[in-house]
């Protein structure tokens, strides 16, 4: 895996032009990796996510999950970023508030709340962080100790954080997404 991250983003985005469907998607990738890539994956993977690893992405991921974001969800929301494909995926490293223009966040707020979503729609992927471990051939976290490597296994957001739930917060910062959600001041 030369390319690094790219590489990470690039199979993931293969994968999605390969199967549908997030099972689908993973089985693909699994099969995809060679076991001895898997370590060098789950690194880059930590690499890719970690440009998500902001509370401004966490405040606009808890504005689209209606306040239902916890640090898991949160992790989970950056792998489904990362599943959305390169293009999507580098406009809302820039841009927080870029979630705004796509499809499935907007079908989300037009269905009037968490609580109106089947499982499936939640904007979130956590089977992508088990990829790594499932294509191994063998213990993927004693590989990774042994080389005194490390993998985010939770949020550690960077950046200035702020009150999630102040709608003049929302609206200064994320003020698409808001307007969409019905949270600017």
């Not at 991921?61 to 580098?90: K, N, P, T």
């Not at 956590?126 to 939770?154: N, T």
């Amino acid at each position: 895996m030369r390319h690094g991250p790219e590489r990470v983003l690039g199979l993931v985005e293969r994968s999605a032009a390969e199967t549908s469907g997030q099972d689908e998607r993973l089985e693909w990738l699994v099969a995809a990796l060679p076991s001895s890539q898997a370590a060098e994956f789950a690194l880059r993977l930590s690499e890719v996510r970690r440009r998500v690893d902001t509370w401004a992405h966490w405040h606009a991921a808890h504005v689209i999950c209606g306040g239902w974001c916890s640090d898991d969800e949160f992790f989970y929301f950056q792998a489904w970023l990362v599943g959305q494909g390169r293009a999507v995926f580098e406009s809302v490293v820039s841009s927080p508030d870029a979630l705004a223009d796509l499809p499935h966040v907007r079908k989300l707020a037009s269905r009037g709340g968490v609580h109106a979503w089947a499982d499936a729609d939640w904007p979130d992927w956590e089977g992508l962080d088990y990829v790594a471990v499932e294509a191994f051939d063998g213990d993927l976290e004693s590989e990774l100790d042994s080389r005194g490597l490390q993998v985010l296994v939770s949020p550690e957001p960077v950046g200035e954080a702020w009150d999630f739930a102040d709608p003049a917060e929302v609206s200064a910062r994320i003020p698409r997404l808001g307007a969409l959600f019905g949270k600017v001041a």
